[in-house]
């Protein structure tokens, strides 16, 4: 089955660029899924962050828009997130997942990476 990595640095200092990598084994990022990076801060919610399509397309929530960038490398089968300007708001768990897609839009997530908690901390 699908199973998702993230990787990168567990602390972050504030103002700098938080970006993380998602590698995928066995399923390719170029197929017909919304690869997606979603967080969840110290005793909130889960918060979706944003997507990039199979086709390389990439949607963002509202609240991160100006600060989210999701790219991909095909050839290392990776998506990577990054955030600029981190603050301490920042700071969660972040899990990458392969989202499911109906009509166009994301409707539900059938695969986690086991998440990777990042400190945003001078």
């Known amino acids: 089955q699908v199973q998702l990595r993230e990787s990168g640095p567990g602390l972050v200092k504030p103002s700098q660029t938080l970006s993380l990598t998602c590698t995928v084994s066995?399923?390719?990022?170029?197929?017909?899924?919304?690869w997606s990076w979603v967080r969840q801060a110290p005793g909130k919610g889960l918060e979706w962050i944003g997507y990039?399509?199979?086709?390389?397309?990439?949607n963002y929530s509202p609240s991160l828009k100006s600060r989210a960038s999701i790219s991909r490398d095909t050839s290392q089968n990776q998506f990577t997130l990054q955030i600029t300007s981190a603050t301490p708001e920042d700071g969660a768990v972040y899990y990458c997942?392969?989202?499911?897609?109906?009509?166009?839009?994301?409707?539900?997530?059938?695969?986690w990476g086991k998440g990777i908690l990042v400190t945003v901390s001078s």
């Open positions: 066995n399923g390719s990022i170029t197929a017909f899924y919304y």
């Open positions: 990039i399509s199979g086709t390389g397309d990439t």
């Open positions: 997942a392969r989202g499911l897609i109906r009509y166009g839009e994301l409707y539900g997530v059938d695969f």
